[in-house]
């Protein structure tokens, strides 16, 4: 067990809809990064928080956002869903501020659009 | 734009040998060389990491060599073991994307009993 919690471990869902994944990070630990991961792509990074506020963007798309809450857990909600954003999605959490060192992941949510 | 290559896709090794993975990187800001472990169903396992101040780093039976003018770094796995099958990734950070790892396409590797 990483310490780092993602919930739910599977999710089916039909075009269109919206779904909201979960991730509680290790205790202790400040920053939540989100990761993409498909069989074409890869793992990409989609966006980092630290202690409730937005710190980093990368590809993530305009139908993808997430928060992170007080407790510092954090949702990343994905809407209008395509066929196109069935993948991995993982969450990994690091005590810094900056710089992926000391990373934990979780072990992820798979989701399927259908 | 990919900016780590990883080779090969796979890679199948009888127990006892030597599996060797490469990955070349494109952006000389990268400062930090990560390899990830990631068995079906979990999350991806740091397993081993280098700075490019140093050539060599060895834990265990995992060594990464790095070498900088060519941009490229390696991961080697001796006496490789069957609870070894698994996928690696290769990454890599630094200069102004240092809040992120940039990723390999991953190896899964097969060791045979």
């Known amino acids: 067990d990483s310490g780092v919690t993602q919930t739910p471990k599977h999710l089916i869902t039909a075009t269109g809809q919206r779904v909201t994944l979960r991730c509680s990070p290790r205790s202790g630990d400040l920053s939540v990064y989100w990761y993409q991961q498909s069989l074409d792509q890869g793992l990409q990074f989609l966006i980092q928080y630290y202690n409730g506020e937005e710190r980093a963007k990368g590809n993530i798309l305009e139908r993808f956002s997430a928060q992170q809450f007080p407790d510092l857990h954090s949702e990343l909600n994905l809407s209008s869903l395509e066929l196109g954003d069935s993948a991995l999605y993982f969450c990994?959490?690091?005590?810094?501020?900056?710089?992926?060192?000391?990373?934990?992941f979780g072990s992820g949510t798979r989701l399927t659009v259908v | 734009q990919q900016q780590v290559k990883q080779s090969p896709q796979s890679l199948i090794v009888q127990k006892g040998g030597i599996s060797i993975i490469n990955c070349a990187y494109e952006?000389?800001?990268?400062?930090?060389f990560p390899w990830y472990q990631q068995f079906p169903g979990k999350g991806p396992a740091l397993l081993i990491a280098i700075r490019p101040d140093v050539s060599e780093k060895k834990e265990g039976r995992f060594t990464i060599s790095f070498n900088k003018s060519a941009k490229q770094f390696s991961l080697h796995i001796m006496d490789s073991q069957p609870g070894d099958s698994a996928t690696y990734f290769c990454?890599?950070?630094?200069?102004?994307?240092?809040?992120?790892?940039?990723f390999g396409k991953g190896t899964l590797l097969t060791v045979n009993p």
């Open positions: 990994a959490s690091s005590v810094r501020i900056r710089g992926p060192y000391g990373y934990t």
């Open positions: 952006n000389t800001a990268f400062d930090y």
């Open positions: 990454a890599a950070s630094g200069g102004g994307s240092n809040y992120k790892l940039t």
